[in-house]
């Protein structure tokens, strides 16, 4: 892992020189209901009852991406954020108390910066259920959340936040924990397939990428880069917690792509993530076979305590952000040095 | 109407200094669910299933407001520009055809851009339905949103985009219409008073603002204008939809907020938009009678032809931006002149 980053240089209060700022619907497909009765409704006060059919054409499946362009980025290729389950891609923006989020420190540190609301979520919309989208949706309650992400350990949650007993000296900004659990989203399990198609369609129109993908966002990630090679760069990935489920000779065309896996702490005492963690390191231990480069960040290992699940929410995200940025640069797809 | 600006401005290839991007959830609550059995989830393909009890604590009804903040803005005060109904803050981003959306208009001309996704929709999330949120989600199908977005009049809309029948010298991308539908949100009735309350409080942490609302937006525009009249310095109202439901003692407080209303084309012959106009003229008339400057803008009448119910989208987007800029400035709102 390469030294520590000067932690001020971020903070300087230099203006960033964006050239276009935007977002944009990839994906999906129109598909029609029939046969559901007709109702009124009144969509403002004040307005008229109006009759709705709730039948006919609809678009489902897509996805959002938003985009910052520099005017003059110091990266070759624009980062892909990509958030985990339960969550969108606010997951990269402001953390939950108010600092900068990855968005906006990568943007400094000169990389175009694109952040996705996969399928299902945020910006990308859903569609009806169960008739488009299978079962129905999961809402993660703020316990699950609190032990899942590991702000504290297993049995540690309690309703009144002065009672929560969060992991000695965590990272996470826990006095925040209520407002990040406004970012959380309604999740199914039923559109892996489409998820992985539009991502697939995102790589197609507007890569190439250098992924970076939190948790289940990085089972997307190689799944991209295994439909589109030439569109993904790099692959970060932040406590991934899944893959694809290939067989070795199908992973061939990973072997280019440099591969990071970067874990915080506190998972072997986890019984998730104590089981996650070996089967991800198995899959890369597979990549490497294959001959690609896949490094492995055991934060407390190299000295490093106290992060969370959210390691680009926790009080030293502008730091690891700076690291990766490194690691990118060492891989030849930045230019040394970072621009003040 | 202010005279037309040179629509070449915007275009030039001046880099935007932005001082600070990021998002806020601001306003809901904590809510408690239970008695809903447990069951088992797979989150990630290869992870293993695990418990999912669906009880315990939620944060529900917030919403969220991204922003750009430049580093010299022209405007006094930043704009929060609000979406209509069925839609969230995407409106104003990259119009469906590409071109650059009012939030990038903007913010080249000197404005900071927050942008909101109410309650209820995109990176706002949703809650658990009928538990939280009452009633059930609604889905606009693509033709009432081809009908009462203006596209094309009653009667026009066709499965197959060759044979559908836009109006003659629409000013709407139509070939992007599958593409804008993309955008489309599922919407509750129940949600009114809760999302009131939190745009209210979005206004109370970081307006003051001035407000460029669209349809249904406008009501929380003007209810948010009534509960924080400090916190609005301004109200551009595009084609709105309702207004609140109050005396008109109630609407003295609106008396020194400047406020304008701009209307499209092809209204009058439209059996809700021939309702609706009339209603909120009324609507301004009282509040005139109570001392406000409420101007009016039928964009026919003054020349300009062809604009559906999605302005910021259409092919004269940015010059129509350029003219409410204008507006703010004759309002002693933005230093004059433009940046260039």
């Known amino acids: 892992m390469p030294p520590l980053a000067d932690p001020g240089r971020a903070q300087a209060p230099v203006a960033l020189a964006v050239r276009r700022i935007g977002s944009a619907h990839v994906g999906g497909r129109s598909a029609s209901l029939q046969g559901l009765p007709a109702r009124q409704i009144v969509y403002s006060p004040g307005g008229p009852a109006v009759d709705l059919d709730p039948n006919g054409q609809f678009q489902i499946e897509q996805m959002y991406a938003q985009f910052v362009q520099l005017q003059k980025p110091r990266a070759h290729h624009p980062l892909l954020l990509m958030h985990g389950g339960g969550m969108c891609g606010v997951t990269y923006e402001t953390t939950p108390d ?99 198609s539009a991502y697939g369609e995102l790589a197609r129109l507007h890569g190439p990428f250098v992924l970076i993908a939190h948790s289940q966002g990085c089972n997307f990630a190689w799944a991209m880069a295994l439909a589109h090679p030439q569109q993904v760069r790099a692959i970060v990935a932040i406590e991934p917690s899944g893959f694809p489920q290939v067989d070795d000779a199908a992973l061939a065309p990973l072997r280019g792509i440099p591969q990071l896996m970067v874990w915080g702490d506190h998972l072997d005492g986890h019984p998730l993530w104590s089981q996650l963690r070996p089967r991800l390191r198995a899959f890369a231990q597979r990549l490497r076979q294959c001959g690609a480069r896949v490094d492995d960040w055991d934060l407390p290992g190299l000295g490093v305590h106290g992060n969370s699940h959210m390691l680009m929410m926790d009080d030293n995200s502008e730091d690891l952000a700076l690291r990766i940025d490194r690691w990118l640069a060492d891989q030849g797809l930045v230019t040394q040095p970072a621009r003040p």
Chains 1, 2 share one sequence.
Do not use: Y
Request: hydrophobic share 40%; net charge positive.
């Open 98 to 196: 108010g600092r900068s989020g990855w968005q906006e420190v990568f943007l400094r540190a000169g990389h175009d910066v694109w952040i996705a609301d996969a399928l299902e979520r945020g910006r990308a919309s859903w569609a009806r259920s169960p008739e488009f989208f299978a079962g129905e949706p999961v809402f993660r309650p703020m316990h699950e959340a609190w032990e899942l992400f590991r702000i504290g350990p297993p049995g540690s949650w309690h309703a009144h936040a002065q009672q929560r007993q969060p992991h000695a000296r965590t990272r996470f900004p826990v006095h925040a924990f209520e407002t990040f659990m406004k970012q959380a989203m309604p999740r199914w399990t039923c559109n892996d397939a489409a998820t992985a």
